[in-house]
């Protein structure tokens, strides 16, 4: 769709097969383990086969395009609760580690991208991961419940504009 993407960001949890594969070339499978995150909770990534696919297996030009970093629970929690005591906003354990991922990111970059900016993306309600969340913000009160509401489906052409109009209008 025409979005200047300069380089992408791969996050993980203490699950890091594939930054441990980004950063050193060497693949190496092992046992997952259980995290705040855990949807990440992988320790054979079927990503890797697409890496592989993609860049015909070249780890060089793999870190060309993608940097990779790994965030403990610790840090997971810790961002969920600074970046809510910050904008009000509650990431769920995913999105803390990708908001992390990038903020390494973006700091270790400094001089190549200056001030730039980034995307990173949620992958599921909050209220999904009470346990994580209330121990980052242990006052938070997950009062709405969304059970029973009717799914809205929008589609939108494959149109930049478009989809920037569109996600601008929505905080209006």
Request: charged share 25%; aromatic share 10%; hydrophobic share 35%.
């Amino acid at each position: 769709m025409g979005l200047p993407v300069r380089k992408f960001v791969a996050a993980t949890n203490r699950n890091r097969v594939i930054t441990d594969y980004i950063q050193t070339g060497i693949y190496e499978t092992k046992s997952s383990v259980t995290t705040a995150s855990n949807a990440m909770d992988v320790g054979a990534p079927s990503n890797y086969e697409r890496l592989m696919y993609l860049y015909g297996g070249d780890p060089e030009q793999i870190r060309a395009d993608i940097e990779s970093f790994s965030f403990n629970d610790e840090n997971t929690i810790q961002a969920i609760r600074d970046v809510y005591r910050q904008t009000s906003y509650l990431l769920d354990p995913h999105g803390a580690v990708s908001y992390l991922a990038l903020r390494e990111f973006l700091n270790n970059n400094n001089e190549e991208f200056g001030s730039g900016s980034g995307i990173f993306l949620e992958t599921a309600h909050s209220k999904k991961f009470a346990g994580p969340v209330k121990k980052a913000v242990p006052l938070i009160a997950f009062s709405h419940d969304i059970s029973g509401k009717k799914l809205e489906k929008i589609s939108l052409e494959n149109n930049f504009q478009k989809l920037k109009d569109f996600i601008i209008n929505l905080s209006s």
